[in-house]
């Protein structure tokens, strides 16, 4: 655990690995930095996912050593699949980590906190499906219900077969769609006042968002505010009640990544929203603990 003044009691702690496409836009990092900081996480490993576009697994890998440095701390982190499972046969150091963690005897519930395609935990699953049943998987991705897709959804439409995996697999599966995790609002200035004189680490996540900004992949953007639509998935690892949330039935993604039903599917577990305000300002105290 990374010390930040205070710890919790050792029966409230769950094992994460944070499964990340660090290098594909700005709210990547400032999820896993959560993480890092949260007592609560004990964090057996951060793994890189791809981004469906040619090196974008090792981009996000060196993403995360990126984090690792300005932080000037140490963690496990390993690479994933380098592309979706269409593309992609081989049996990544990454999933094979997320495997044997899934399967290690601990008194500590495992979480796979997931922010991007799900194409590691698929491979997990297809290499090895003993792991349903074993860990629970936090996915930051889909429109969830939603039969047309008012956007293509990014991080499912960069393995569509890969997501119908997971959601038809039975494993315990907690969805936060495309209209939770776009709430998650803070402006740029927000960020530069509060969080970029934070250390190397506040310094780092504010440039690297800036460099952003200003680059040819933001053209989504609002301009001087952000979604880290990330961060969802690890507050609710920490606090599974700072939104709320129902069951389905897991529904088939389709090629525009709109749902359809499915009453003979797994059920999951679909947010509804979340305090946007809480993850928020929980990142940002741990920032400034972590660098005070």
Same mark, same amino acid.
């Given at each position: 655990? %990374?010390?930040?003044?205070?710890?919790?009691?050792?029966? &409230?702690?769950?094992? $994460?690995?944070? /499964?990340?496409? @660090? =290098?594909?836009?700005?709210?990547?990092?400032?999820?896993?930095?959560?993480?890092?900081?949260?007592?609560?996480?004990?964090?057996?490993?951060?793994?890189?996912?791809?981004?469906?576009?040619?090196?974008?697994?090792?981009?996000?890998?060196?993403?995360?050593?990126?984090?690792?440095?300005?932080?000037?701390?140490?963690?496990?982190?390993?690479?994933?699949?380098?592309?979706?499972?269409?593309?992609?046969?081989?049996?990544?150091?990454?999933?094979?980590?997320?495997?044997?963690?899934?399967?290690?005897?601990?008194?500590?519930?495992?979480?796979?906190?997931?922010?991007?395609?799900?194409?590691?935990?698929?491979?997990?699953?297809?290499?090895?499906?003993?792991?349903?049943?074993?860990?629970?998987?936090?996915?930051?991705? %889909?429109?969830?219900?939603?039969?047309?897709?008012?956007? &293509?959804?990014?991080? $499912?439409?960069? /393995?569509?077969? @890969? =997501?119908?995996?997971?959601?038809?697999?039975?494993?315990?599966?907690?969805?936060?769609?495309?209209?939770?995790?776009?709430?998650?609002?803070?402006?740029?200035?927000?960020?530069?006042?509060?969080?970029?004189?934070?250390?190397?680490?506040?310094?780092?996540?504010?440039?690297?968002?800036?460099?952003?900004?200003?680059?040819?992949?933001?053209?989504?953007?609002?301009?001087?505010?952000?979604?880290?639509?990330?961060?969802?998935?690890?507050?609710?690892?920490?606090?599974?009640?700072?939104?709320?949330?129902?069951?389905?039935?897991?529904?088939?993604?389709?090629?525009?990544?709109?749902?359809?039903?499915?009453?003979?599917?797994?059920?999951?577990?679909?947010?509804?929203?979340?305090?946007?305000?809480?993850?928020?300002?929980?990142?940002?105290?741990?920032?400034?603990?972590?660098?005070?």
């Amino acid at each position: 655990m %990374t010390d930040i003044g205070f710890d919790i009691p050792d029966n &409230k702690k769950i094992r $994460v690995i944070v /499964d990340t496409d @660090a =290098a594909c836009e700005a709210d990547d990092p400032f999820a896993i930095v959560h993480a890092l900081l949260s007592p609560k996480l004990i964090v057996r490993g951060v793994v890189a996912e791809h981004f469906n576009m040619p090196h974008s697994m090792e981009d996000s890998y060196n993403e995360i050593s990126a984090i690792k440095q300005a932080m000037a701390i140490e963690f496990p982190s390993f690479m994933g699949q380098s592309g979706p499972l269409s593309e992609d046969t081989y049996v990544s150091e990454g999933v094979d980590h997320i495997i044997k963690e899934s399967l290690a005897e601990s008194p500590y519930p495992l979480f796979i906190l997931c922010q991007g395609a799900i194409t590691n935990v698929a491979m997990a699953i297809k290499t090895n499906p003993s792991i349903i049943g074993k860990a629970t998987v936090i996915w930051i991705g %889909t429109h969830g219900e939603e039969t047309v897709a008012p956007f &293509k959804e990014f991080n $499912v439409g960069n /393995d569509i077969e @890969a =997501a119908n995996i997971v959601l038809k697999s039975g494993i315990d599966l907690w969805l936060v769609p495309s209209q939770v995790y776009t709430t998650i609002n803070i402006g740029i200035a927000e960020i530069k006042r509060r969080i970029s004189p934070l250390g190397n680490i506040g310094k780092h996540l504010y440039e690297n968002l800036m460099a952003y900004n200003f680059s040819d992949g933001a053209a989504w953007t609002q301009g001087e505010s952000w979604s880290l639509g990330d961060s969802p998935a690890i507050a609710i690892a920490i606090n599974p009640g700072c939104g709320h949330f129902k069951t389905i039935n897991a529904p088939t993604i389709n090629a525009d990544t709109s749902s359809s039903p499915d009453t003979k599917a797994p059920k999951i577990q679909l947010y509804t929203d979340v305090d946007s305000r809480y993850i928020l300002e929980d990142l940002i105290a741990k920032l400034e603990l972590f660098c005070s």
